[in-house]
């Protein structure tokens, strides 16, 4: 089940090496960083990568729902919402992937130029940092999309030209990223981010909007309004996100009756509960219990 591309929805260009030799060829500030592939993936279920030779280029993978994991040279780091990953040009065994339960949405840049040696090495990107935590990007995901934009027109030397100056300034806002943050959206995706944590410390109550609105003293629209912006989801969707998330965990780990995960999770019906987690799990709860334990054995076996 491991892909590597091919999640509906998703964004990829592949700049022809003979494109970016004709534009980078006498041309010093353009040789000196540039963009070789751009990508988005949302909610990539079973994407995996392996790369037995490492990476000619950097590699920026920024996460802004779900989770995810990067593995170099047997080190592992886990990557969350609104958090990145800037992994150095390297020859190191490498190899990542999204979670299994929770599978990322990632919008990732890989990125190259003359000296890469000298530029890792002036700005800090190590090869063992992990993953950084970051207010959301909204600048950098304008950028983003610019650069996509761009590229979508064809590989000019205008467009290739202004795709990488853009590029620089996309940068910034990962390596500054106070720079280029609004107070008023930190306040604000402070405030978010204390409900996620409420949501999480109440994952078995019954909340409704109205009670989550009234918490940081916002209109029901203007809050599900922020929050969706946020978190791509509305407010009782991502709580209901977090219960199936939650009950996925107690599925595989433990031996608790599907009934009493439901009533632990706030739903008196059992039936009603099932039908959600199918939905979002394409598989019902007996199942997943099912197919996530078979897989397990399997591991082991391969291990042993």
Not at 90 to 111: C, R
Not at 233 to 256: G, N, R, W
């Amino acid at each position: 089940m491991k892909r590597r591309d091919g999640f509906e929805g998703e964004k990829y260009i592949a700049i022809p090496e003979l494109a970016l030799r004709k534009v980078t060829r006498g041309n010093s500030l353009m040789q000196q960083l540039y963009v070789t592939y751009i990508g988005y993936f949302p909610k990539a279920t079973y994407h995996y990568r392996e790369r037995l030779k490492g990476c000619k280029d950097n590699i920026l993978i920024y996460c802004i729902r779900g989770r995810g994991w990067f593995k170099i040279n047997n080190q592992h780091f886990d990557i969350g919402p609104n958090e990145y990953i800037m992994v150095p040009s390297t020859k190191v065994h490498m190899k990542y992937g999204a979670d299994e339960t929770d599978p990322w949405t990632i919008y990732w840049v890989h990125f190259s130029g003359k000296d890469m040696e000298a530029f890792n090495k002036d700005f800090g990107i190590d090869l063992y940092q992990g993953a950084k935590e970051i207010m959301f990007n909204e600048k950098g995901l304008e950028l983003w999309e610019a650069m996509y934009n761009n590229l979508a027109l064809g590989y000019s030397e205008d467009n290739l030209t202004n795709t990488n100056l853009c590029l620089y300034h996309f940068l910034a806002t990962f390596l500054y990223p106070e720079k280029h943050t609004n107070v008023k959206i930190q306040d604000e995706k402070n405030m978010i981010k204390d409900i996620i944590l409420y949501m999480q410390d109440n994952i078995n109550e019954k909340l409704t909007i109205e009670q989550l609105a009234k918490r940081i003293d916002f209109s029901t629209s203007h809050f599900s309004s922020l929050f969706k912006k946020a978190t791509g989801m509305s407010p009782l969707d991502y709580f209901i996100h977090l219960k199936m998330q939650k009950a996925c965990i107690m599925l595989y780990t433990t031996e608790v009756k599907v009934k009493d995960i439901a009533i632990g999770l706030g739903y008196d019906d059992p039936f009603h509960f099932s039908r959600i987690f199918k939905k979002n799990m394409n598989v019902s709860p007996n199942q997943y219990r099912i197919l996530r334990r078979n897989k397990g054995e399997d591991e082991i076996s391969e291990e042993e």
